[in-house]
């Protein structure tokens, strides 16, 4: 995990990771809306449009400091593995959204492997870094079952946070989210 410290302040760099249109944004901006004076900034880089917002936690650590959180997300096409590479560099955190169309689980599965291989290939450990799954949109697709997905996925049962939400409960896209913060705040 890479913090950034001082005496008074921690920041930590959040990334939503996933597929092309898996709902990363709707995610982000549900997140941002929690907090009215957040900002969500795009800038394009190439086909991918990078978003990121960033505030500071209303509650302070326990030994008194401030966390700001960062929290940054890929849409669109990602031409090259260096944007996601570069989305993942410095993240404490990881929040992995799937969309549940069953016709999308195909990308879901190379954009896992991707995961995988860039934090495997840059150094990361996925056990430092606060890390929870998001299967996004369940409500579309009737007799979704989220323990069929991790089976597919070949995520073991209870090793990482894994979170449902649907396209009507705007407050359950932030519970992905709402775990990895606990974790990175749990270790720091």
């Known amino acids: ?68 959180v960062a929290l940054h997300s890929l849409t669109g096409p990602i031409d090259y593995n260096a944007g996601e590479e570069l989305l993942l560099r410095a993240a404490a955190g990881i929040v992995f959204v799937v969309d549940a169309d069953p016709a999308k689980f195909q990308t879901a599965w190379d954009s896992l492997l991707r995961l995988s291989d860039n934090t495997r290939r840059n150094g990361y450990d996925l056990h430092s870094v606060g890390l929870a799954i998001q299967y996004h949109r369940a409500d579309l697709y009737p007799g979704f079952d989220p323990q069929d997905l991790d089976r597919r996925l070949g995520i073991p049962p209870g090793l990482i946070p894994r979170f449902v939400s649907s396209s009507r409960q705007p407050d359950a896209e932030g519970l992905a989210f709402d775990s990895v913060l606990a974790q990175i705040r749990e270790r720091l």
Request: glycine residues 8%; aromatic residues 6%; charged residues 25%.
């Open 1 to 68: 995990m890479t913090v950034e410290q001082d005496a008074r302040q921690v920041s930590v760099k959040v990334a939503l990771a996933g597929a092309a249109d898996s709902g990363k944004l709707a995610m982000l901006r549900a997140i941002a809306s929690r907090f009215g004076f957040a900002t969500i900034r795009e800038h394009p880089v190439g086909t991918m449009r990078v978003h990121r917002v960033e505030w500071a936690e209303p509650r302070t650590l326990t030994d008194g400091r401030f966390l700001n």
